[in-house]
């Protein structure tokens, strides 16, 4: 049986740079994750979050709790 590959996607705001992060949503696969990668390094590691891990993630960022780098 043949697995599809991810879609990646890129943030709206990341306004074409190349250092971004990527993520696809594989929520259909058999281990449901949002996973995460590095945009510079298609082909290195991927991070699979929890889908509550990820929407908490995401909440924190829009409301400013995990600081700035």
Do not use: H, N
């Not at 709206?12 to 994750?33: I, W």
């Not at 991927?46 to 960022?61: I, K, T």
């Amino acid at each position: 049986m043949a697995t599809e590959s991810p879609r990646w996607f890129k943030s709206s705001y990341s306004s074409g740079g190349e250092q971004c992060v990527e993520v696809a949503d594989l929520r259909q696969s058999p281990f449901p994750v949002i996973a995460v990668r590095d945009s510079k390094a298609p082909t290195g590691p991927v991070l699979g979050l929890r889908v509550d891990a990820f929407s908490s993630f995401v909440a924190g960022v829009k409301a400013g709790q995990l600081g700035t780098v």
